[in-house]
Every structure is written in C-alpha cells, then in structure tokens.
C-alpha cells in the first residue's frame, strides 16, 4: 500500500484526449485506413467508425476553461492529439491556460505500428507514458466539464485514489450475448439515433484483468483520477496486454479500459476510497428531451452538479444548444 502524501505536496496534472474528425488530413487518414480495413472484424462494434465518434463540438474550450476555473490548482492540462492543434490554441492561450500539447507518435514511442489509431480505448491504453505527466492526474474526455468547485481530495484523499461508481455483478458475455448487442446496436442507431459503446463490457473485461471475477466497480462518465505508476508498473509487467490493447484501429469488443483498469488495480491494492456519483450528471441530445435537459440546467445552475458529461451536443435542437450555452457560460463569468 502506497504511504499516506500530505495534499499540499501533491502535483496533480489533468490529460484531455481530443480529436478533430472534420480535418482534411485527419479524415484523409481515417478514409486510407478504412480502405485497407473494409471488412470489420467479427468483434469490432457496430459504432468504433461512426463520424460522431470524430466530431469536434467546441466542447474542448468549455472543458479547459472549467478546470481552470474550478480546479486552478492543476498544474499542466497535457492536450492529446493526432498531430492536431485547436484554432483557438495560440502561444498566449497555452502559456495563459498552461497547456501542453501531446501528439500521438510521444505516447506510441516504439510502438509506431499501432499508428494512426482512431480509437479512443487503444490511446488511453498509453497515456501513461505522456513526457513529464505527474505521477497523480485526472483523465477528462473532451466533454467532460467541471461546474463547482473541487478541491485535490476530491479526486486523491490522503494519496489515494477517490472511484465514484457502484458494485455490479460481472455478467457473461457469451457469443449469443454478444451477438445480440451487436444488433441492439445497429438497431438502436438506425432506428432511435443513439450510439451504444459496449460500456458495460469493457468495465468488466478491465476488471476481470485485475483479478475480479464476481464484481466489477462502474464508474460513469466522470473525470478519472489516476495513479500513472499503478499502470507503468502493471504494463512492465505485462507487455503482452499493452500491445494486444493497442492493435486496434477502431473499438473492438476484445479491448479493455486502462483508466477502468488502474480503478481495479487500485482497489485490490487497498488504494481507492469509494464514493457514489451523486455530484455528476450527463447531458444525452441522444437522448434528452428538453423537460429533461431544463431540470439538469437548473441543477447546474443551482451548484448541485461538480462533474457534468457533455455527450452528442450536435444532437440538441438549436435552441437547446443555446440554452446550454447559456448555462455553461455562466459559470465562466
């Protein structure tokens, strides 16, 4: 078990992974790969090569904003990219917002073959390995932004590594099973719009990793703090997990989650302080009607909310992404 850290003393960075699918070289990338790789492999999903998976939103400046706003006591924001750069990202902002750029060939260092990726999973399976990054840091998707005010100890107690989630039964995810959701998918996206990612098993593949095999730890979409020298040290040890995680271009139903992993490792070291997610939301414009979303911006407004999950915003009506808007910039006055 790690020895107790006093929290003053602790340097806590925050990782945000971003994409710009609408960029020509990007896209002219993604289409050459997708030509050598027509077919899907049997356990590819349904939804690794939908474009909504590569849609920039602008929620990346709402992201970093937040972090600076309500957690100033990061120290670098490392911004992870595919040899991309945002518009808004001048020398002044950087320097400003103190933001350093990661391209993908620092993190793949020696292992080039798994490049390009457009797979989220395969990419945070290395970010561990970003220059410089604080032993302690916070793994933010792009549209993930902070509405209060946090403080370390909201994400490392004592050194420790704060989980907010819920035990859940490891279910088995046989070849009927799978096959099953594959439809569910498909259908779920022609028919209702929405995209399933397979969440579910991934958290519990990661799980059954660590060593669990009766339950698994679900987190939701939530900023993740990490413990970087819990991941180092399981992928020297287990180089033959690191490389077959990353030889995905797209998500495949094999892959686990090295974030959802290291909360596994963490907890069978006696390392994670358990928390239920009661100060998180998602806004869904898959899913959200706008009753819905108007009783999830008042609890925004109202400080009820810490963690807010921004997902499919190109999915809201226009007036519902200027209600948003509205409400998020706000809180940045």
């Known amino acids: 078990m790690r020895s107790i850290m006093a929290m003053d003393n602790l340097i806590i960075d ?5 994409v710009d699918g609408s960029d020509r070289q990007h896209y002219e990338k993604r289409l050459n ?10 356990k590819e999903l349904p939804t690794g090569r939908d474009e909504t998976r590569f849609i920039d939103n602008k929620e990346l400046e709402f992201c970093i904003k937040s972090i600076r706003k309500f957690a100033p006591w990061i120290r670098t924001i ?8 945002p518009d808004f990202f001048t020398v002044q902002y950087q320097e ?12 793949f260092k020696s292992f080039e073959w798994a490049l390009p990726t457009f797979n989220s999973r ?3 399976t290395a970010l561990w390995r970003i220059p410089d990054l604080a032993d302690h840091f916070i793994y933010f998707n792009d549209d993930f932004i902070l509405t209060a005010d946090v403080k370390p100890e909201h994400f490392f107690p004592e050194g420790k590594v704060l989980l907010r989630g819920t035990w859940n039964s490891i279910k088995n995810y046989g070849p009927f099973r799978l096959k099953l959701n594959e439809i569910g998918s498909i259908l779920s996206k022609k028919f209702l719009g929405i995209t ?3 969440h579910l098993l991934q958290q519990i593949i990661s799980a059954r990793l660590a060593g669990f095999d ?8 939530v900023p993740h703090p990490v413990y970087r020298p819990t991941l180092s040290k399981f992928f020297d040890e287990h180089m033959y997990e690191f490389k077959k995680n990353i030889r995905f271009r797209f998500r495949n139903m094999e892959q686990f989650s090295a974030i959802f992993l290291a909360n596994h490792l963490e907890l069978k070291n006696g390392n994670a302080v358990l928390q239920n997610p009661d100060d998180f939301l998602m806004l869904n414009g898959e899913m959200d009607v706008s009753f819905t979303l108007n009783s999830k911006l008042k609890k925004i407004e109202q400080g009820e909310i810490k963690f807010v999950c921004l997902q499919g915003f190109e999915m809201y009506s226009e ?7 509205k409400v998020l910039n706000c809180l940045f006055d």
């Open 14 to 18: 925050a990782v945000i992974t971003w």
């Open 33 to 42: 790969i997708l030509r050598e790789h027509k077919e899907r492999g049997d």
């Open 78 to 85: 490392h911004i992870v990219t595919d040899n991309q750069r």
């Open 96 to 107: 400003k917002f103190r933001i350093q750029v990661v391209d993908h060939k620092d993190i």
């Open 122 to 124: 395969t990419i945070e």
């Open 196 to 198: 399933r990612s397979m």
């Open 214 to 221: 009766k339950q698994y730890y679900r987190s939701p979409h």
């Open 319 to 325: 007036g519902n992404q200027t209600k948003i808007k």
